[in-house]
């Protein structure tokens, strides 16, 4: 059972460069979401997505895109890379949130991305 | 406001010991669950413990319990007889049942562990 699985695990960019980092589950889960986690501030949602077809903004949208067209995939592009987008990036994905059932995060092993 | 406060960023335990990683919320759904969560250096998000807003006693799993005081908003992990693998961040989270699907995480408390 793999879970969450990001791909790349690492990848360094050029300022301008566009790039799209894929997260798959194999759990069914309804819930996806790309968070980034920089130094002293913990993980910041960046999109989310409660189903195929569906996408929101979290904390810090911009310079980011998404899209979720198929239930166990959930993409996340930069068009235009940026310095500021130099971050680890988490994929978690969760089930369908129920009462106050322990619906946790499974968190992907995350992605190191550099832009230079 | 920040919903989720951790007010340690960095802790030292001697090894066998007992310590205490401090998290404070804010809400004001009545219905909501706390987690938190251990990175270790290699990266990944280990899920440790959960709480459940109307849940009556503390949550344990294993050497972690959840100190859990609902009228101070406070959801602080012990760690007992800590271990050097237990050498990590530590994140605070929670997830609010009504009001979105989302977690919010605190900016994290590492631990280093003393031999």
């Known amino acids: 059972n793999a879970g969450v699985t990001q791909t790349p695990k690492f990848r360094v960019l050029k300022t301008g460069q566009s790039m799209t980092l894929l997260c798959a589950q194999d759990m069914n889960h309804e819930y996806m979401y790309w968070y980034r986690q920089d130094p002293g501030m913990g993980l910041r949602l960046i999109h989310y997505s409660v189903g195929e077809g569906t996408t929101a903004k979290g904390e810090v949208p911009d310079g980011y895109n998404v899209s979720r067209l198929k239930k166990q995939n959930f993409l996340l592009g930069l068009e235009s890379a940026a310095p500021s987008q130099t971050s680890v990036y988490f994929c978690a994905s969760s089930q369908r949130l129920s009462g106050t059932a322990n619906y946790g995060y499974t968190f992907g092993s995350g992605t190191r991305l550099t832009v230079v | 406001a920040q ?3 951790q007010t340690q960023p960095g802790m030292f335990v001697q ?56 009228a101070r908003k406070s959801a602080n992990l012990v760690i007992s007889a800590s271990q ?18 989302q977690f919010y995480f605190g900016t994290g408390t590492s631990l280093t562990v003393i031999p």
């Open chain 2, 84 to 101: 050097l693998g237990d050498s990590a961040m530590y994140f605070c989270a929670m997830r609010e049942d009504n009001t979105g699907n």
């Open chain 2, 15 to 70: 090894e066998k010991e007992a310590v205490t990683l401090d998290c404070t919320y804010d809400t004001s759904d009545p219905s909501y669950g706390l987690f938190w969560y251990k990175q270790p250096s290699s990266g990944e998000m280990i899920f440790l413990i959960y709480q459940g807003s109307y849940d009556q006693q503390n949550a344990t799993e294993g050497r972690y319990s959840l100190n859990f005081q609902k």
């Open chain 2, 3 to 5: 919903k989720i406060t």
